[in-house]
């Protein structure tokens, strides 16, 4: 690069800075000076009110100065709230002010091109005239990682504007001084992106904001599409284009949504921590983040023993494949994810209008109060047009009328009366004050029969709140045994599925027995829901499913049922899919009629950005067709396959390789298991016999990622990355069957710089199937 360009560049970096700093230093003592006020109003404001108001007369007085107060109040809020989202901005830009350049002309412009430089945030010259840096989602900004040099256009709310653009720089800027520079004649240049992706990984996921791919930036843009779907190959930035994404809705509706209204389903909770300092370092909030599970779990409360998604998985894996129940609950699993059975319960949810609806009766102190024959009667006498939900509304207003009468009919018992010995004091002084009052009204009954009454209400209150709270809980919808009922003999009315009679087997066992298989939970809720009447959120307009492969067409159903204002977007691999459930994204028909053809769009992401040459040569060689994954071109080691002759020597060398990335500074390796059990005995091994204390165990209840060294099982390392990984046992014996295949790609596209699998007896199919120029032998014995 010239070097008086360098120099150019380097001095209006310093005259921005300065710039920067002298607004900062302007505006932080007027930031505190509101500060103060505000809390001074609020204290004032309080002190005021309470002092007017005990004084009568002043009422009309307290009332105008409370209003003025309230107004000044918000007005030095707002100014507050404004200056400081100013200022953090300014702190933000001042160790790199911008990433980027372009000089566009319009077409109809006079005279040269403009430059226009991009970073995180815009900032505007003290006149509020001139744009110094544009934000990266201000819509000039998209040209940027939409074009090369030559012509180029970008939408504004206003129409497109057409023009060419004579040169696009790019910087990497750090405390104020410009490290690299780049004049590019692509779309984003590979220096820049060479330097970013060769840099160690730090403890959580960074921002991509200088470095956004053309694709990427199609989908972090995409504000047309109701359904948003994602294909994307391990490691080619679907996670980081999701939170781009989030953070240009954010901007773009920036008067309109929050990130309160956006809900981000991921794949564990330890994941929500790994992504959690993107938005903040982009300046934004952080949306709601969720798991499918706990979803679940708080709607299906603890009624039900309801197995995890890993367990499932686990309780699979552990299986040989000849083993029939094995292949019987896979063949359940499929079937409960299907829309087939979505279907089934669609139709069974009609027939409950004329038959088959099941309730629980009511019983007190032992006997019955309300027969559950009753309520199904009373059910069936509505009118037919009378939709579920609404009949079981009716219903519950009928039983808490019941309950009312009954509560008085119970007034009278012979254990009324012999429960008022046993009353507490606070109850005691609840009856008396309510007798007070009776009292002070004039009743005509005596007193110690009033008292009796009053004691004998309370009494009985008490005793039936719990019957209340059911009531008002619809607990006495059966819908346990309303789903069970779905598995009969006869059934489905939907085209069958083979085994079905073991399928229903399975199912019944696992009422009997308490259970609630992982497969079994979203069609159980669902049919609650459909009786009781969707608990819609209307408030969410942004729903983003990250590993969106792992969720079923039954699931993505139901989110649509639940969030139906929501614009949804489906990130996902399908060679990443490692459930039983799982779903093919791109190819998937049912996925794009969920909103129509013509309010979905696809997009397919090819390039993977996380691995060296090396490691992605040698994963890609292990799927079908090799998928048509690209590297990107940032060299490193081939991947090292050690074989050991026991699992002793196995976990000797292992160790030792640990302690020398570890010695040697690496910030994050990964042992990776296949199962948790197996991760639990590794890490108890390497941690006694190898004295590596600091080597960390992750579990499914793990919440915090953390950088140095774990021991994690495969299925709990997706979407998360480390500088190296080492495969704790790559046999055969342990990733040899076809249905392992996408587990161990997944635990080997974890790797960013360094991937080493070690093994005892024969090495897996998919390290021996891979081309043999893409991972080497490692000889220890002639080390
Ligand atoms: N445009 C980019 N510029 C710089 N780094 C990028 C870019 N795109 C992706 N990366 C980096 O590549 C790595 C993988 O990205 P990410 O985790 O988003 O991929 P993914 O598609 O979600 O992967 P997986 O499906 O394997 O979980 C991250 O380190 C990310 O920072």
């Known amino acids: 690069m010239d070097p008086i360009q360098w120099q150019k560049e380097q001095e209006r970096v310093n005259s921005l800075r300065e710039e920067l700093q002298a607004r900062i230093t302007r505006d932080e003592p007027l930031i505190s000076e509101l500060k103060t006020q505000v809390v001074g109003i609020r204290t004032d404001f309080w002190e005021d009110v309470t002092?007017?108001?005990?004084?009568?007369?002043?009422?009309?007085?307290?009332?105008?100065?409370?209003?003025?107060?309230?107004?000044?109040?918000?007005?030095?809020?707002?100014s507050h709230r404004h200056l400081n989202t100013g200022l953090l901005k300014m702190r933000r830009l001042l160790p790199a002010p911008y990433f980027g350049r372009i000089d566009f002309k319009e077409e109809e412009q006079d005279g040269p091109s403009e430059p226009i430089y991009i970073g995180v945030a815009s900032f505007l010259s003290d006149d509020g005239e001139t744009f110094l840096v544009y934000d990266w989602r201000t819509p000039v900004a998209s040209l940027y990682y939409d074009y090369g040099p030559g012509p180029a256009r970008y939408g504004t709310p206003g129409g497109e504007i057409a023009g060419e653009m004579t040169l696009k720089r790019q910087f990497s800027i750090r405390d104020g001084v410009i490290r690299s520079m780049f004049n590019t004649g692509m779309t984003i240049g590979d220096e820049l992106l060479q330097e970013v992706l060769s840099r160690s990984s730090s403890s959580g996921m960074q921002s991509i904001v200088g470095t956004i791919q053309q694709e990427q930036n199609a989908i972090i843009r995409n504000d047309r599409a109701r359904m948003l779907i994602v294909q994307g190959a391990a490691g080619s930035g679907k996670t980081s284009a999701a939170l781009q994404r989030v953070a240009y809705l954010l901007y773009k509706h920036r008067n309109r949504i929050t990130a309160q209204q956006m809900v981000l389903f991921s794949p564990n909770p330890m994941f929500s921590s790994y992504i959690s300092s993107v938005l903040p370092e982009l300046g934004e909030e952080n949306i709601r983040q969720t798991t499918f599970q706990d979803y679940l779990e708080r709607r299906l409360g603890k009624r039900y023993k309801l197995e995890d998604m890993n367990e499932q998985l686990e309780a699979v894996l552990a299986a040989s494949s000849s083993d029939e129940a094995v292949r019987q609950r896979m063949l359940s699993i499929r079937f409960k994810n299907s829309i087939g059975f979505l279907e089934l319960i669609h139709a069974y949810g009609d027939r409950l209008l004329n038959s088959g609806i099941r309730f629980k009766g009511f019983r007190f102190r032992g006997r019955l109060?309300?027969?559950?024959?009753?309520?199904?009667?009373?059910?069936?006498?509505?009118?037919?047009?009378?939709?579920?939900?609404?009949?079981?509304?009716?219903?519950?207003?009928?039983?808490?009328?019941?309950?009312?009468?009954?509560?008085?009919?119970?007034?009278?018992?012979?254990?009324?009366?012999?429960?008022?010995?046993?009353?507490?004091?606070?109850?005691?002084?609840?009856?008396?004050?309510a007798m007070q009052r009776k009292l002070r009204k004039g009743i005509e009954e005596d007193e110690s029969t009033l008292e009796e009454n009053l004691l004998r209400a309370e009494i009985v209150r008490k005793a039936f709140k719990p019957l209340r709270r059911l009531a008002d809980g619809l607990a006495w919808i059966d819908v346990a045994n309303m789903y069970r009922d779905l598995f009969q003999e006869n059934e489905p009315s939907c085209e069958e599925p083979s085994d079905w009679q073991a399928i229903c087997r399975m199912t019944h066992v696992a009422f009997e027995e308490k259970r609630l298989p992982y497969e079994d939970a979203a069609p159980l809720l669902y049919l609650t829901e459909l009786v009781q009447g969707f608990r819609m959120n209307t408030s969410i307009r942004y729903v983003l499913i990250d590993e969106a492969q792992d969720f079923s067409p039954f699931q993505f159903h139901f989110l649509q049922k639940l969030f139906p204002m929501a614009k949804v977007t489906a990130l996902g691999d399908f060679n990443q899919a490692i459930f039983a459930h799982s779903t093919e994204l791109a190819a998937s028909n049912w996925l794009a009629e969920l909103y129509g053809p013509e309010q979905t769009d696809t997009i397919v992401l090819k390039r993977s950005y996380r691995s060296t040459r090396q490691i992605v040569e040698f994963t890609r060689s292990m799927l079908p067709d090799e998928?048509?994954?690209?590297?990107?071109?940032?060299?490193?080691?081939?991947?090292?396959?050690?074989?050991?002759?026991?699992?002793?020597?196995?976990?000797?060398?292992?160790?030792?390789?640990?302690?020398?990335?570890?010695?040697?500074?690496?910030?994050?390796?990964?042992?990776?298991?296949?199962?948790?059990?197996?991760?639990?005995?590794?890490?108890?091994?390497?941690?006694?016999?190898?004295?590596?204390?600091?080597?960390?165990?992750?579990?499914?209840?793990?919440?915090?990622?953390?950088?140095?060294?774990?021991?994690?099982?495969?299925?709990?390392?997706?979407?998360?990355?480390?500088?190296?990984?080492?495969?704790?046992?790559?046999?055969?014996?342990?990733?040899?069957?076809?249905?392992?295949?996408?587990?161990?790609?997944?635990?080997?596209?974890?790797?960013?710089?360094?991937?080493?699998?070690?093994?005892?007896?024969?090495?897996?199919?998919?390290?021996?199937?891979?081309?043999?120029?893409?991972?080497?032998?490692?000889?220890?014995?002639?080390?």
């Open 51 to 78: 002092v007017n108001l005990t004084a009568g007369d002043d009422r009309l007085e307290t009332a105008i100065s409370m209003k003025q107060q309230a107004e000044i109040l918000s007005e030095r809020e707002r």
């Open 369 to 433: 109060l309300l027969a559950r024959k009753q309520l199904e009667d009373r059910f069936y006498s509505m009118e037919g047009h009378i939709r579920l939900p609404n009949r079981i509304e009716l219903l519950r207003e009928w039983l808490l009328e019941e309950l009312t009468r009954l509560e008085q009919e119970e007034l009278g018992a012979e254990w009324v009366r012999e429960e008022i010995e046993f009353l507490d004091n606070d109850q005691y002084m609840r009856v008396h004050k």
């Open 627 to 783: 998928s048509g994954i690209e590297p990107f071109d940032r060299p490193g080691e081939l991947p090292l396959l050690y074989l050991a002759s026991d699992e002793r020597e196995r976990d000797t060398l292992l160790a030792k390789d640990l302690h020398e990335l570890m010695a040697s500074g690496t910030p994050s390796i990964a042992v990776i298991c296949q199962t948790s059990r197996e991760a639990q005995e590794a890490w108890e091994k390497l941690r006694r016999h190898s004295g590596l204390e600091e080597l960390k165990l992750v579990t499914k209840d793990t919440t915090s990622f953390q950088s140095g060294a774990v021991v994690i099982p495969a299925y709990l390392a997706k979407g998360v990355e480390f500088d190296a990984v080492l495969i704790y046992e790559a046999s055969s014996a342990v990733y040899g069957e076809e249905r392992h295949r996408k587990l161990f790609y997944t635990a080997c596209t974890r790797a960013m710089h360094k991937l080493r699998l070690y093994c005892t007896g024969e090495p897996s199919p998919f390290v021996t199937g891979a081309a043999a120029d893409s991972w080497q032998e490692f000889n220890h014995a002639r080390t």
